[in-house]
């Protein structure tokens, strides 16, 4: 226990390098993502039978990941940046990886950025393949989560995000201080715990766009939880009420979207694209 508790002394959060080019852990965790969520779908898409071949899934993914990364660092930018105007008014410099002739690799992304630049492309590639758009929303609901557990670990192997001061047995230390692993944490609430549920429940779909509602409230409800036992970001601290986070403002944002969207498309009653079997 005690070599967990300093493990940050003992992990170089960078993996390898390639001359200048240093390889982080971080990076190669979100490749691990990208390609199990992308593994997941294509599983559910020959399990349950979806109307998607494999070089449609593929370009689809492309455009997804686009969006996610375009998204997720103008996401951090608009709401979690100290410096958002300088951005604003030096665009170039948004994904710039290099500072001061250093290649120090593009640090900051907002998970609620990436979510509407992933809105985005889907809406995109559905009006270009003329396919349904819940019918990806929902398959995406299933696989993207599988993959999320990689990004959290991620988080954890670069030694970010971290979580809040304890004195629990497992806490670890984060100079000199001992912390909640929150990105564990986060790993296994937004992550194992929603694939799971969704699943299971999977089988029980009602209504087209069903599952990509229920992920929504599910996340939004792990996240603001999980925010219990991470620090708020530095540069923003507490938003209100001397406990909320930014992090929990945008949480409770997308748990009333989710419910909205689960009503209208209830309402709106078209059946599931794919009915899998028991």
Avoid at 122 to 138: C, E, I, Y
Avoid at 160 to 168: F, I, K, S
Avoid at 196 to 217: D, H, N, P, S, T
Wanted: proline content about 5%; hydrophobic content about 45%; glycine content about 10%.
């Amino acid at each position: 226990m005690e070599y967990w508790r300093h493990i940050y002394e003992h992990f170089d959060p960078i993996a390898f390098s390639l001359g200048p080019i240093k390889v982080h852990w971080y990076g190669i965790m979100y490749v691990l993502a990208l390609l199990t969520a992308l593994y997941a779908a294509k599983l559910y898409v020959k399990r349950d039978r979806y109307p998607v071949d494999d070089k449609t899934l593929e370009s689809y993914f492309i455009y997804v990941e686009i969006g996610v990364i375009l998204g997720a660092r103008l996401g951090y930018i608009l709401f979690y940046d100290p410096h958002t105007l300088y951005y604003l008014t030096h665009p170039w410099q948004i994904f710039n990886p290099f500072h001061g002739g250093t290649f120090t690799g593009i640090s900051g992304m907002s998970y609620h950025g990436a979510v509407l630049g992933f809105v985005i492309a889907t809406w995109l590639f559905v009006r270009r393949s003329k396919t349904s758009f819940w019918m990806w929303m929902d398959l995406v609901a299933l696989s993207v989560p599988v993959g999320y557990v990689f990004g959290r670990i991620g988080n954890f192997l670069n030694q970010e995000l971290v979580g809040r001061a304890t004195d629990l047995p497992w806490g670890i230390y984060v100079n000199g201080t001992l912390r909640h692993p929150s990105q564990l944490y986060e790993a296994f609430l937004e992550g194992v715990l929603i694939a799971v549920v969704l699943f299971l429940y999977r089988r029980k779909q009602r209504f087209e766009g069903e599952l990509i509602a229920l992920y929504a409230i599910l996340y939004g409800i792990a996240r603001f939880v999980a925010e219990f036992w991470r620090e708020p970001d530095i540069q923003l601290g507490y938003i209100c009420c001397g406990w909320v986070t930014m992090g929990q403002l945008l949480s409770l944002a997308m748990i009333v979207a989710g419910a909205v969207g689960y009503r209208l498309l209830a309402r709106r009653g078209k059946r599931p694209t794919v009915r899998p079997e028991p």
